[in-house]
């Protein structure tokens, strides 16, 4: 088994990826991030998330980090090499992707950009549009012809609803949650629904521009914690995978182990 860390500005996502060719996610777990944390304290916090799911560190065969938070890239490498014993894999756009980069520099593209776009181009009819809702909602466009063409960022779904409470005298806090109906009814409903319904709409538009612009049918994949509730608002078809990511870490290892 390999451990896979996906260190995000909001949890650090770790995965077990187990048979033939990796493509098992044996366990999945997470933690907060938070960047001031030392080496010894994630190691901590790791060994005793992996001890509750029966998992033996020094057993794994290796280990592969995705990071977009810089500052915690070499942590997290050093607390599972402490852990496992063995060198961590960093994901970037030096390694075998299997994609082509038509980006002005992929040094800068988001290195969960990289994974989810490596699955898409290896898993889904090409060309593709993976469209990731984490912090920030990141849009990956593929050609054809296994090329990473680049995509859109917007402001994920959370931190739009943090902004616009914390910017706004009377508009609460709120979590977001699947909507009953599409208009709001109330001031929660309202805002709820504006998140979720306006991220699809979002989505539906974007898909729609790109597959003209493309001149070819394009295949959407979704991922990531509100992607349940987005689906279902989108007009057009398109993919939940909630371990697209994951199936990412597990091709680049495959290309990339030592």
């Known amino acids: 088994m390999v451990l896979s860390v996906d260190i995000g500005n909001s949890n650090i996502c770790i995965g077990g990826l187990a048979g033939a060719g990796h493509r098992e996610i044996a366990f999945t777990t997470r933690m907060v991030t938070r960047p001031r944390c030392t080496v010894d304290e994630y190691a901590a916090e790791m060994k005793f998330l992996l001890h509750r799911l029966a998992v033996e560190p020094t057993a794994c065969e290796g280990v592969i980090v995705c990071s977009v938070v810089p500052r915690l890239t070499g942590v997290l490498a050093a607390a599972c090499k402490r852990l496992t ?111 979720m319904f306006g991220t699809a709409a979002q989505l539906d538009g974007l898909a729609d521009r790109v597959e003209a612009e493309l001149g070819q049918p394009l295949t959407v994949v979704v991922t990531g914690g509100l992607a349940p509730y987005i689906t279902p608002c989108c007009k057009r078809k398109v993919i939940y995978d909630a371990d697209l990511l994951f199936k990412g870490l597990a091709l680049i290892w495959e290309k990339n182990k030592r």
């Open 85 to 195: 014993g063995k060198e961590a894999l960093i994901v970037s756009c030096e390694l075998d992707t299997g994609l082509i980069f038509q980006v002005d520099e992929p040094a800068k593209v988001g290195r969960d950009r990289l994974a989810d776009a490596a699955a898409a181009a290896a898993h889904y009819p090409l060309p593709c549009m993976t469209v990731d809702l984490g912090t920030a909602t990141t849009y990956n466009v593929i050609s054809a012809n296994r090329e990473f063409l680049g995509g859109f960022i917007v402001p994920g779904v959370q931190t739009s609803l943090r902004a616009i409470s914390a910017g706004t005298a009377q508009l609460p806090p709120i979590a977001p949650e699947p909507p009953e109906h599409l208009i709001g009814a109330n001031t929660v409903a309202a805002l709820n629904n504006g998140a």
